[in-house]
């Protein structure tokens, strides 16, 4: 996390999971879903996983867990009543390690001597292909990042290359050079540069300048923050690497961002969700679905034609419509008709 667009990339994923709302829903016999905020899962995704530990902030610590550990973010599930789940715990992976072992393709934890039934573990697993883990598979790409970070920072900080060379003519002997750089570091040294130098021997300045090599060292240094936005699957611009960046409407780029970066961590999160916090009893019934309206958010005069559309469609009627801008419904709202055809009477 001291590189940069690593620490960018983590935030930005494991933050949008963090403060995208998920709610449980109840499917009737006809299809149709409504929100059941009296299942036990309901509170703990959506309100606090536990007494000290918002339903936000735990969904984005375990998905940062997931993007910078070997086996991904862990949480303990605490059940009551019969199995019924009461509490979310996350296990800390630099605190309580979990460790993962596979028997038969079938996942078996444990937490020190402390063995977690795999029901009681929920787990997002890192979206690693060689088992372990992301950070370790882009661990080359990193590097080369930190230590282009790490070299500017010596290049501004500790004149990794000087930024001009003194010349003192003639034939000066060790003292002379002694009381040259004295004098010279006495009013230019560190952050004295600017003063006036007195040099008690003659001698010339030359000023170094960057040359075509330093140029190209800006331009890894911006090859580099695009290898780990294809690491983390982000785009570039969302780390602030604006050089090839266009000019998009914000529903378009909500709608990429959800499509080819987020939805993949959604599905992880809502499939772990549907196998340890719901029954194999609920499971035709319940299941757990993230919203993502707000990513996809168009501007207003978009938002109202869109709505207008739909009214007129009666897909939606215009309660429907105020309910998803969060406002009040009004008396007569919840009828499905085009208001385009459909006369309005006098006052």
């Known amino acids: 996390m001291t590189c940069a667009p690593v620490r960018r990339a983590v935030q930005l994923i494991s933050g949008s999971i963090g403060q995208l709302p998920v709610h449980v829903y109840k499917r009737d016999d006809a299809g149709n879903k409504e929100r059941d905020t009296d299942h036990p899962a309901y509170a703990l995704l959506h309100d606090q996983a536990n007494d000290w530990t918002p339903a936000s902030k735990f969904r984005e610590e375990l998905t940062a ?72 598979d882009a661990r080359e790409t990193i590097a080369l990042a930190i230590a282009l970070e790490r070299h500017a920072a010596r290049l501004m900080g500790n004149s990794a290359r000087p930024s001009g060379v003194l010349s003192l003519k003639g034939k000066p002997g060790p003292d002379d050079l ?67 960046a266009i000019r998009a409407n914000a529903e378009q780029m909500g709608s990429e961002w959800i499509t080819y970066s987020l939805l993949s961590w959604i599905k992880k999160w809502e499939g772990e969700i549907r196998l340890k916090l719901i029954t194999p009893e609920e499971r035709r019934t319940w299941f757990a679905e993230f919203l993502t309206d707000d990513f996809a958010r168009a501007d207003l005069a978009s938002r109202m034609e869109s709505y207008s559309k739909a009214i007129a469609a009666r897909i939606i009627n215009p309660n429907e419509a105020r309910a998803m801008e969060n406002r009040p419904p009004y008396v007569g709202g919840d009828k499905f008709e085009n208001p385009n055809t459909t006369a309005v009477p006098l006052p």
């Open 65 to 136: 867990d997931a993007l910078l550990h070997p086996h991904g973010g862990f949480a303990e599930i605490i059940r009551v009543d019969d199995g019924k789940p009461f509490e979310l715990i996350r296990l800390n992976p630099e605190v309580s390690p979990v460790i993962v072992k596979y028997i038969d393709s079938e996942p078996f934890y444990s937490v020190g001597d402390r063995e977690i039934p795999r029901q009681n573990m929920l787990h997002i697993p890192s979206p690693s292909m060689s088992g372990l883990g992301l950070v370790h």
């Open 178 to 244: 002694t009381k040259a750089a004295a004098a010279w570091n006495a009013t230019h040294g560190g952050n004295k540069s600017g003063g006036t130098a007195v040099i008690p021997i003659e001698a010339v300045w030359q000023s170094l300048t960057f040359t075509s090599v330093d140029a190209q060292f800006m331009e890894m240094r911006k090859f580099a923050i695009e290898e780990i936005a294809r690491v983390f699957g982000t785009p570039p611009h969302m780390l602030f690497e604006m050089q090839r």
